[in-house]
């Protein structure tokens, strides 16, 4: 018998399918979860491959309580997006970094992985499955979540005997409830996100409950991220719990290098080469603390963060500022990241995927 079975047979709301639209106020969208009509559900055994997938109606999952997943956190999850055009198509931000990324994650988690193809084609066809969740052009994208976590039961600590990957949707705009506006960061030095030889550079589950600590007591004192230390000297910038970071000084933009306990984020790395093209020299490196404060610039990269400008940094009884008007990087970066995302500008590195 299968551990993971659907609640729900019938698609929920399948009284307005026929529309183009779903009932949603796109200009309400922030980084909240509307579920959509479609998920995508796929198996497989320990030591065997993903065969065959399926659209499922979007509902409750059934689970052993002894699941791998939830005991001992066998899981993994990826973020991408898919934009409207114009013409009506969708367009998929480089899928197979994500697919790439979900399989090395996978390999350190001890997990089967489908395969970069069957990958991209479970994403497309829970974003056409869903399209009518994706908001209007320039509204907003859906987001769309991989998740492949050990379903099977264990008691004993082991790799789970059963694995599931999922794929669910929802349509986002702004991740932080700061709309646009620039965010204020604090420096966390009592809690580490990552750790040598951990999984700070993979994405897995694991990863993220640990720092709600830290997040919900800076949230709660007005700041909008945190902002890591590397765990051994606590002297270098790492990631925020939510996304990259970067700081500009005169022509140079310079992020922390990833060496195993900061994400690869596929938007860090489109940033690094979109600044290249626009002329910006880069530098992927160990980043004290203390030069940040000193930068003319700084903003964070993610898929659901986008490129957004920090405002300020708090660290230790320190607040320091930065220039978030006039001639900004991080403006024209969003704006070269976005218009390529949503096709309105020159796709030259064939990143975006049209289905
Ligand atoms: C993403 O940006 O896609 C992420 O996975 C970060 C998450 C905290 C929303």
């Known amino acids: 018998a299968s551990s993971l079975q659907h609640a729900c047979e019938e698609p929920a709301f399948s009284e307005h399918k026929d529309k183009e639209y779903a009932d949603v106020d796109w200009d309400k969208l922030g980084f909240g979860l509307v579920p959509t009509d479609y998920m995508y559900v796929m198996k497989c055994a320990k030591d065997s491959v993903f065969e065959r997938g399926r659209i499922n109606p979007y509902g409750n999952i059934e689970l052993s309580p002894s699941a791998g997943v939830l005991n001992y ?37 001890c997990m089967p992985s489908p395969t970069v193809d069957q990958f991209i084609d479970a994403v497309k066809q829970t974003a056409l499955a869903n399209k009518r969740w994706v908001p209007p052009p320039g509204r907003g994208s859906l987001y769309i979540r991989p998740l492949l976590v050990g379903s099977g039961p264990i008691l004993g600590l082991s790799p789970s005997p059963e694995y599931t990957f999922m794929i669910y949707a929802s349509p986002v705009r702004n991740y932080f409830k700061e709309g646009t ?90 940033i690094i080469e979109l600044s290249r093209d626009l002329g910006y020299e880069v530098e992927e490196r160990v980043i004290p603390v203390e030069e940040l404060l000193e930068a003319d610039e700084v903003f964070c990269t993610g898929t659901a963060v986008v490129v957004a400008s920090v405002g300020s940094i708090t660290y230790q009884d320190r607040r320091i500022e930065f220039r978030t008007g006039g001639r900004m990087a991080c403006r024209e970066l969003y704006e070269t990241l976005v218009g390529i995302q949503t096709g309105e500008i020159e796709d030259k590195h064939g990143w975006v995927m049209e289905i």
């Open 181 to 270: 506006a620039p965010l204020n960061l604090y420096v966390e030095e009592k809690f580490d996100r990552a750790s040598r030889g951990g999984t700070g550079g993979v994405k897995t589950i694991s990863n993220y409950a640990p720092v709600l600590k830290a997040l919900t007591s800076a949230k709660e004192r007005g700041f909008s991220d945190v902002l890591y230390l590397d765990s051994v000297s606590r002297r270098n910038i790492e990631e925020v719990s939510s996304c990259n970071i970067f700081m500009l000084k005169g022509n140079v933009l310079s992020t922390p290098a990833t060496k195993g306990t900061i994400l690869s984020g596929i938007t860090r790395r489109s």
């Open 73 to 109: 956190g066998q899981g993994l999850f990826e973020g991408l997006k898919a934009h409207r055009k114009e013409n009506g198509s969708l367009l998929l931000f480089r899928p197979e970094q994500n697919a790439i990324r979900m399989r090395y994650g996978a390999e350190r988690m």
